[in-house]
Structure formats: structure tokens, C-alpha cells
């Protein structure tokens, strides 16, 4: 079938699925409402802290590792609070290493929270996903890890913001870290327009 152009509605009939050459169409030319990966950040604990932390203020890192790499903008933390660089669709998540160095059983809660009015005095936390994992420790220090995740759905840069938190049953358990391997890291994932 001859390609046909129709001059009055811009349109092309005729064109078979697959019949453009590669390079024809980029991102200049794609529809509005086609959702481009923008955003990629994520961070490393970088100071080890012992029992609860709500939130999760120690010493964190963005990736730097050879190898790792990030897209756009970075996330901004301050004091355990995190800003997301645009709005959007976020997928949010947490990955925590921990030890334990003595023979008692213990359990590890990790916990994503968010705020959608961070400028308030007092702002609003609500724990939005949560992930426990129960450890039966048959030896010394004993290690686990935890997976926690969630979709943030930020309107506003500057009213939702997340952080995150952890809860222990021992106050001597460990939340490990490290400046060179992602111990402990926080990912941060733009999908698409809010």
C-alpha cells in the first residue's frame, strides 16, 4: 500500500507497524503523555547505628561507585527528611543489612513514611509500607537483611516528602552501613508524571 498524506487532518495512512528507519522518531517528536525515565538516585548509609531510628538520620552518601550511576536531578536529604528534585509517580525504596552479636532471637522492622504537608508546623507522618523480618539467632553475630517499598505519588515538591525508619526488638542490634558497597540504600525511581 502507497503512503498516503493527508494534508488537512496531518495524517499518514498506509504505514506499516515498524516502517520508520531508525533515528526518525526521538524525544523531540514523541506525544506529551509518553512517560521518559528522568529521575534514578540512590544513596548508601554510611555510619552504622544501633536499636531504633525514626527517622533514619545518620550519614548517608549518593552512589558513586564504579559502575553505579544516577539520572537527573538528586534527591535532597536533611535531617532523615527527603525532597524529591520534581514531581511525579516515585517508586521509593529501602534495603537494610543488620547484625545481632548475641544469641537472642530478634526482629527488625523496616518502615517508609511520608508527609504531604511538610511545611506545616507540626507536618503529618503516615507509615505508607513496612517490612518485618524475625531472625532466630543460633549464633553470634548473627546477620539479616530487610526490603521495604512503595509508589509516592508527590504533587508538591515542597508539601510531600519521605523518610524512613527502623525498629528493633533488641536496642543493641546493628543497622549496617558502608562508603563502598550498599549496605544499607535508599532508591529513588521517577515512573511518570503525577
Do not use: C
Not at 528522568?38 to 548509609?45: A, G, I, P, T
Not at 527528611?81 to 537494610?96: D, E, K, R, Y
Not at 558497597?181 to 525511581?189: D, K, L, M, P, V
Amino acid at each position: 500500500m502507497a503512503l498516503i498524506l493527508n494534508g488537512s487532518t496531518n495524517t499518514i495512512a498506509g504505514l506499516a507497524v515498524g516502517g520508520l528507519p531508525d533515528g526518525t522518531v526521538d524525544t523531540d517528536t514523541l506525544a506529551s503523555s509518553v512517560n521518559i525515565i528522568k529521575y534514578v538516585d540512590q544513596w548508601r548509609l554510611t555510619t552504622e547505628f544501633s536499636g531504633d531510628a525514626d527517622p533514619i538520620t545518620t550519614s548517608v552518601q549518593r552512589i558513586q561507585s564504579t559502575g553505579q550511576g544516577t539520572i537527573g536531578a538528586q534527591m535532597s536529604p536533611s535531617s532523615g527528611i527527603w525532597t524529591f528534585p520534581a514531581t511525579g509517580i516515585w517508586q521509593v525504596s529501602m534495603h537494610s543489612e543488620h547484625s545481632h552479636s548475641s544469641l537472642d532471637d530478634y526482629a527488625v522492622e523496616g518502615y517508609i513514611k511520608v508527609t504531604t504537608n511538610a511545611s506545616a508546623g507540626s507536618p503529618s507522618w503516615a507509615d505508607v509500607a513496612v517490612s518485618k523480618i524475625n531472625n532466630v539467632n543460633d549464633s553470634t553475630n548473627s546477620a539479616t537483611h530487610n526490603d521495604v517499598y512503595t509508589l509516592i505519588d508527590v504533587t508538591d515538591t515542597a508539601e510531600v516528602k519521605v523518610a524512613f525508619r527502623i525498629n528493633t526488638t533488641h536496642a543493641s542490634t546493628q543497622t549496617k552501613s558502608s562508603d563502598a558497597t550498599n549496605r544499607t540504600s535508599f532508591t529513588f525511581i521517577r515512573l511518570g508524571a503525577t
